[in-house]
């Protein structure tokens, strides 16, 4: 007879899931044993956080959904804070609990049954797209079927799914249960709609492309190259969508619109086409960017594209089928090669102004890029150093830099890592302060057992680094903001892992870097050094917030 977990672990399989992330308990037990059996390989992880952050990791590497399983209670909600933020960043994450056994509980009571809580599923209501509650351990395998669909289906998001434990291990037929998910058929706009987009855009002059993480998620970034050669317009990307036209695409920016220069292709634009994105504040500076003279938006989700900036038009649809659509119409502007040079320039502007300002940041810059070839995968946490990589790095490809903004989630880096790595996509690189390395450092474990190809730099600053440049930013001094550092590189080899240490991230650092990502096994590389956040922090915003 099967039982309920190997009716879930059917359904995941049957979607080619190759790995899943987590921790056990006396209430998922059985699914651990139908997941033995099984081809996915689970990875123990030592939180439950770094369950939901690898299984992010994995889909922001590859844009299909993560699997992570927890056991009742405390289990699911240790994952909340990864699971918010792959909710903020639109992360297809399926995170599959367990609840106390169907028999003992009483709706809207606590009994006190162990691991229990009054309503599991409320917790995650504002951090998940849909809760899929089983209540039939037949049901199980459309169950899985439908969390893995419903969370990739754009706009992704991630899907709870909870199973009371008893029907994990009960004796299950499989049933339909669930309605079969089918392909969801997305809107596309009319013709009358693309006319009106072509007649907009060619009463303007001055053309800005703008592309979002749902420009990423939905694979156009050559779409979008193409607009913009034929619009011959300057595309800039919200943090989400970095690396969408890779290193050298003519028309890419490649710099934020946090700093004035390229700000100013914003602010003299005409017309601006917003491809799948919402216009977030970290990227907008707080909507300190005016609103454009033109706006056409391109996007799954209509109510997303209007609720920050009132576009003229919303072309409702898939981000790469309406892209490309519109291409179609438009007529070549020409154009492109003097636009290229505008932008070389631009770079080298903006780069002498790092340069003269920021010494040491860029020598960091250029040493982590000197070190770090295309096919890796850069996960910056919520630190100095991340927010520089965030910010300027020059990000191979889609997919290749993944960055917490999102929900602003420290200690994400290393955690996320491990599923990024595993996702066979190249190696991963994190990139941690002292301060957001220690919330997974438990996850060296897993790292060391599992073989992960990881390298995990720690750049120690003794201390909450952006929070010392907040207060003193406030004229406050220095309070509650530095930290004792353990000896990292020790931990590390505590646990079997490769590490060193070095002074400073210049020469020293980027040859370090290089050797440990070239050898293809997990290492920690621990920096001494001090940074100053970059212009793309909030303190340090150019624009006055409104
Ligand atoms: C979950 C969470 N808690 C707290 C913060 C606030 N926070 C942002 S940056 C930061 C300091 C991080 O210190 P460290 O990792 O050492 O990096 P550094 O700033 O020193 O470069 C803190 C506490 C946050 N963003 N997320
Ligand atoms: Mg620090």
């Keep these: ?99 106390i056994p169907s028999g003992l509980r009483r709706p809207g009571v606590y009994r006190g049954v162990l691991h229990e809580a009054t309503d599991q599923a409320a917790m995650f209501a504002p951090v998940v797209k849909e809760s899929i509650r089983v209540s039939d351990a037949g049901e199980l395998e459309q169950a899985a079927l439908r969390a893995l669909e419903a969370a990739v289906a754009p706009p992704s998001r991630p899907v709870y799914l909870e199973v009371p434990t008893d029907l994990l291990s ?197 040493a982590f890029a000197a070190a770090v070839p295309d096919e890796a995968i850069v996960v910056a946490d919520m630190c100095i150093p991340g927010y520089w990589l965030g910010g300027f790095h020059s990000v191979s490809g889609p997919r290749k830099l993944a960055y917490p903004m999102g929900w602003g989630t420290l200690g994400y880096g290393f955690p996320l890592a491990i599923g990024a790595a595993l996702a066979g996509a190249g190696p991963a690189v994190s990139v941690s302060g002292d301060g957001g390395f220690l919330y997974a450092c438990g996850e060296l474990a897993t790292v060391a057992q599992e073989r992960v190809p990881i390298t995990a730099v720690i750049v120690d600053d003794g201390g909450y680094g952006m929070l010392r440049f907040d207060q003193r930013h406030a004229g406050d001094p220095p309070f509650g903001v530095d930290l004792e550092s353990p000896d990292f590189a020790a931990l590390a080899a505590s646990f079997g892992i490769q590490a060193e240490t070095v002074d400073g991230l210049g020469d020293e650092f980027s040859t370090a870097l290089r050797r440990q990502i070239r050898a293809d096994e997990p290492s920690v590389l621990v920096a001494r050094a001090a940074l100053e956040p970059p212009p793309t922090t909030s303190p340090r915003w150019y624009r006055r917030p409104r």
């Design 170 to 366: 009960a004796a299950a037929e499989a049933s339909p249960g669930l309605a079969a998910p089918g392909e969801r058929e997305l809107s596309f706009p009319t013709d009358e709609e693309l006319d009106r987009a072509v007649e907009l855009l060619d009463s303007a002059e001055r053309l800005l492309v703008w592309a979002g993480g749902g420009a990423l998620r939905a694979n156009a970034g050559d779409a979008v190259g193409a607009l913009a050669e034929r619009l011959a317009a300057p595309v800039l990307t919200t943090y989400m969508a970095r690396g969408l036209l890779g290193h050298y695409h003519r028309c890419a920016v490649g710099m934020p619109p946090h700093m004035p220069q390229v700000g100013a292709l914003w602010d003299e634009a005409d017309a601006v086409v917003a491809i799948g994105s919402d216009f977030d504040g970290m990227t907008t500076q707080n909507w300190a960017m005016s609103q454009p003279q033109r706006l056409i938006a391109i996007n799954v989700d209509p109510a997303d594209a209007s609720k920050n900036y009132e576009p003229d038009l919303v072309l409702a649809g898939d981000a790469r089928a309406v892209t490309t659509a519109l291409t179609e119409r438009l007529p070549e502007r020409g154009g492109v090669d003097g636009l290229a040079r505008r932008l070389d320039d631009l770079r080298a502007d903006v780069r002498g102004q790092l340069e003269r300002e920021h010494p040491d940041e860029v020598r960091f810059l250029d």
């Design 1 to 99: 007879m099967t039982s309920g977990a190997e009716l879930l672990v059917r359904g995941l399989e049957a979607r080619g899931v190759p790995v899943a992330f987590g921790l056990p308990g006396v209430h998922n037990l059985a699914a651990w044993k139908a997941l033995a059996g099984s081809s996915i390989r689970l990875i123990g992880v030592r939180h439950e956080q770094t369950a939901v952050y690898a299984a992010d990791g994995y889909a922001r590497a590859t844009g299909r959904a993560g699997v992570a399983i927890t056991t009742t209670g405390p289990g699911a909600a240790n994952t909340l804070g990864a699971t918010g933020e792959a909710w903020a960043s639109g992360s297809p994450v399926v995170v599959i609990a367990t609840d």
